[in-house]
């Protein structure tokens, strides 16, 4: 397992993934994409024990999203790898998983650090959360069924301006557009998505997961919109002029 992340199982069947990579602000690599695939993989195999999944970071940090040069290497790569990278196959589990999901979300979250909260049943914000989805102005394309779940949740006036004008918001904000459940001190949001996460833990399971499949209803049309915008940021990968744009970020000259 990855340095960059830890995975610990807590009082009340609650797994918790934390994002640890302080240096880079929980930038997501590809070896803390895997492991968090494996962890929600192995809670849904064993529900017997694990009732909720909990993300958090850092203080200050939740993610400021994916790790920019793996994304850059990969537009160089032969399409079958690119299908397989790391952080789609968690995009795709995130969508897929059976066990409720909690977030507790202080400070960035950038790209998929927005993008997977629309993922989970439950989110908590602090004040100092810093949301933001640049992709667009890097010259691909939203992830992670962004592109379909954020209008069916916010219209779609709201989300053109998140994902089109790549408009930052904050915890308050969150709160207000519906994105997310509670407004929390930085230092009170995870044990409080904690407590909330045991909370779901402990109601009967099966009654659990056949409630949130319910409430979701559209599994089919999200696994659709991840492939979709896979395909989309893809090609946006192998621009040329996404790619001069990549760098020049990288470099720090954007």
């Not at 797994?15 to 849904?44: S, V």
């Not at 968690?90 to 650090?113: E, N, S, W, Y």
């Not at 100092?128 to 394309?141: D, I, N, S, T």
Request: proline letters at 6%.
């Amino acid at each position: 397992m990855s340095e960059a992340i830890t995975i610990e199982d807590v009082a009340g069947g609650v797994r918790l993934i934390r994002w640890n990579r302080p240096a880079k602000k929980n930038a997501l690599t590809g070896a803390m994409y895997d492991a968090a695939t494996a962890a929600l993989q192995d809670a849904d195999a064993h529900s017997e024990k694990i009732g909720a999944v909990v993300f958090a970071g850092l203080p200050g940090a939740f993610t400021a999203g994916n790790d920019l040069g793996d994304f850059f290497a990969a537009g160089t790569e032969p399409r079958a790898a690119f299908s397989e990278m790391p952080a789609l196959r968690f995009i795709r589990q995130l969508a897929r998983t059976r066990t409720p999901l909690v977030a507790a979300v202080d400070g960035l979250a950038i790209g998929v650090g927005t993008t997977l909260t629309l993922h989970c049943d439950l989110v908590y914000v602090s004040p100092q959360a810093r949301f933001r989805m640049p992709f667009v102005e890097l010259g691909v394309v939203p992830e992670a069924a962004a592109s379909h779940l954020l209008p069916r949740r916010i219209g779609p006036a709201r989300a053109a301006a998140l994902l089109l004008l790549c408009e930052p918001f904050d915890g308050a904000a969150a709160v207000s557009m519906g994105l997310a459940n509670g407004l929390l001190p930085s230092e009170e949001v995870e044990a409080h998505a904690l407590a909330q996460a045991a909370r779901l833990a402990a109601l009967p399971r099966r009654a659990v997961q056949a409630t949130r499949a319910l409430m979701r209803g559209e599994q089919g049309a999200v696994e659709a919109a991840i492939e979709a915008e896979a395909q989309a940021f893809e090609a946006g990968l192998r621009d040329p002029e996404t790619q001069a744009r990549l760098a020049r970020f990288l470099s720090g000259k954007a």
